[in-house]
């Protein structure tokens, strides 16, 4: 089954804060494309990534999954289409690698199952995805970071959803099993799955995927196809870098050249140079 995921004029704000955390988005991605959400650190691509997973709710607007408000589509239901790889955490647990990529079949088992050849082909399938076969037996807590992030992935395609949402899936990887999972949501959306992923990387982004959407501070700076989007003006406005960007056999290509100016993030200045500091230390 192939669904779409829309967000319909999002904004998320929470008390205290005098400026909402997403202003008025727009969102769509289709089945069929990998689109990258992209932005400075606390732009909002986490914030937005939960929103459209249904794991939290937008001050106002909607998430439309294929036709269906979200809020209207079963739990049961919506775990069933929707999978989401949330950024590595540490945890406590103490299961068996076969254990976690299990928990993602749990909403297709009825509540006391044992689990059926379907449910063991997918995982076995999702370890393998991931280069992780042969690790079933392995306790989660002697796992590196990476080997973590892999497990997850596979869990979140053991759920054979139609709809893939990964927040920052490459951070723990090494270069090879970066190429190698973007690779994998390249192919994952060829059969259909409408995949979205927060990446810091844009090299990563202009190489894999269609489309994308840069958030600045919780606004839409630009959406669109993959090229339309990563241009050398919006990642000196929005990252604040210098950038060349290339095509070459069909391929996007991103080479930072330089830091343009201070984010407006930026720590502020150390030095007090104010008279009663220079008076201080004398
Ligand atoms: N519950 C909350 N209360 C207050 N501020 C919040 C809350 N949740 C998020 N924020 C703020 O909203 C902004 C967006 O956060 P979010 O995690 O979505 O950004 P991000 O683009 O994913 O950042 P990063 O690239 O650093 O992971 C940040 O300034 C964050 O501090």
């Known amino acids: 089954m192939t669904l779409s995921l829309r967000g319909e004029h999002l904004m998320y704000s929470v008390r205290g804060r005098p400026l909402p955390i997403l202003d008025d988005i727009e969102f769509t991605a289709v089945p069929g494309q990998v689109t990258a959400l992209l932005g400075p650190n606390g732009s909002g691509k986490s914030t937005l990534l939960h929103i459209l997973a249904g794991v939290a709710s937008p001050t106002s607007g909607q998430v439309r999954l294929g036709d269906r408000p979200l809020q209207d589509v079963p739990r ?5 289409h929707l999978a989401m790889m949330e950024q590595a955490s540490d945890t406590d647990t103490d299961l068996a690698v076969a254990d976690v990529v299990a928990l993602g079949r749990l909403p297709h088992r009825a509540r006391l199952d044992l689990e059926s050849p379907r449910d063991v082909a997918a995982c076995t399938r999702g370890l393998s995805s991931v280069g992780m076969t042969g690790t079933e037996h392995r306790r989660w807590q002697t796992l590196s970071g990476g080997e973590r992030q892999r497990v997850h992935a596979a869990r979140a395609l053991a759920q054979e959803p139609s709809v893939l949402l990964l927040d920052e ?4 990887l090494d270069i090879r099993h970066q190429h190698q ?3 994998l949501l390249n192919q994952l959306a060829g059969d259909g799955l409408t995949v979205v992923v927060v990446l810091h990387d844009l090299s990563l982004a202009a190489q894999y995927c269609d489309r994308a959407m840069v958030l600045d501070s919780g606004r839409v700076h630009a959406a669109g196809e993959i090229a339309d989007v990563l241009t050398p003006t919006a990642l000196r406005q929005v990252f604040g870098v210098d950038a060349q960007i290339t095509r070459a056999d069909g391929r996007l290509a991103v080479q930072i050249l330089g830091v343009t100016a201070p984010q407006p993030t ?11 500091s220079h008076a201080a230390h004398r």
């Open 76 to 80: 049961r239901e919506r775990a069933r």
């Open 266 to 276: 930026a720590l502020p200045a150390l030095r007090d140079s104010s008279p009663a």
């Open 169 to 172: 899936p490459t951070n723990h």
């Open 181 to 183: 999972l973007l690779s």
